[in-house]
């Protein structure tokens, strides 16, 4: 598989843990964000929105959005589950992705950060409040129900990595890139741990991808 | 079953179109949002995230997050299927529904709504143009996709109607209630209108809710 992805993207990352754990081949192009290497018209051809990832899968169009092509991923493709079997789990550990992918990390991407800045004259540090406001709602959201339902075990939903975990620790990964406090968050960052000892998400993990800060 | 909405919310709208497409008896119970009953300990122990849609499925746990609810009823209720068969067509439906689910819609939800007006102090017509650009960067997404890609038909994905739809729906009788202009989009126009014109869907209405404004 080819994809179209950038060190720092949350939604790249989840699916290069997802490709990893089940060893599916794949080589990855970086897509220089911060030069706007997503909005020339060689990217806008593959993905029209101009958001990584994109994801080629032979000769097919571009599979993008990421929970889409976890999906997918989890349908055509054998190794590793990545959903529990059980319906009423597969829709909770759905639903804990969703946290992440619908209601928290949107709201922190370049495209948001930009307008806030340009069309509201904020100075980055004060943009900045918007950005951990978002990524605070989603950490507690996370640790109420990760915390107090029964579904939660080793990971988000039992004992088996799923998208929810994928999500989750695209979300603990971007507490440091964003120095977003994360005390309040036990339950989160057991799991987050959890899913970083594993080598398939450590070698995801963006700071070991190329165009990432060293050191 | 049950479920816990609110006549304006899109996300409880793309629900309430499946269930009645399925034709699934439910009864909705109306969390006023303007009023807040969504922070209260009673809705919150329904949903730590004080977010609806909540749906009730017999005596387990609370659904919660539409996109995960619509997959659930999708793998465990039968009647009509609002995913296509084929993988990669079910992965475009999906990522034409994230497009709304995860892009769009989560930036101009009233808690969003609410940071920038508090924090910022932007007055409520300066916050609406925040409101208003996440619309149209969703809406000329939509558009560039829909127009421009061979897998659209009478509905997002070919004939039938699936959750892409649902979404999009959702946003464009958002676009109504938050006048955002809607001539540029004539492509998501179009597929709203095919909606619309099922009885299912206007049923299903914000506008035909309790709660909504008359007239």
Redesign the interface.
């Known amino acids: 598989m080819k994809m179209y992805g950038n060190w720092r993207s949350a939604a790249a990352f989840r699916v290069r843990i997802a490709l990893k754990l089940k060893q599916i081949p794949y080589e990855e192009t970086f897509i220089d964000l911060d030069a706007g290497d997503q909005h020339r018209p060689a990217f806008r051809a593959i993905n029209?929105?101009g958001?990584v990832p994109a994801l080629f899968d032979g000769d097919?169009?571009p599979?993008?959005?990421s929970?889409?092509?976890l999906?997918?991923l989890e349908?055509?493709k054998g190794g590793v589950r990545l959903l529990p079997e059980d319906?009423?789990a597969?829709?909770?550990a759905?639903?804990l992705?969703?946290?992440v992918?619908?209601?928290t990390?949107?709201?922190y991407v370049p495209?948001?950060r930009t307008?806030?800045m340009e069309?509201?004259g904020?100075p980055k540090e004060?943009m900045m409040?918007?950005v951990r406001?978002s990524f605070t709602?989603g950490l507690e959201?996370l640790e109420?129900?990760l915390g107090?339902?029964p579904?939660t075990g080793r990971f988000c939903q039992g004992d088996q990595i799923s998208h929810a975990d994928l999500c989750l620790v695209s979300l603990w990964v971007g507490t440091k890139i964003f120095a977003v406090p994360t005390e309040p968050y036990p339950t989160v960052a057991r799991i987050a741990e959890a899913c970083l000892a594993l080598p398939a998400v450590a070698e995801a993990h963006p700071l070991r991808q190329p165009g990432a800060p060293q050191g």
């Open positions: 029209p929105q958001a097919g169009p599979l993008t959005q929970l889409a092509i999906d997918y349908e055509t319906p009423r597969r829709a909770r759905r639903s992705a969703q946290v992918a619908c209601d990390h949107p709201l495209r948001v307008y806030l069309a509201y904020l004060r409040d918007f406001h709602t959201t109420k129900r107090g339902e579904g």
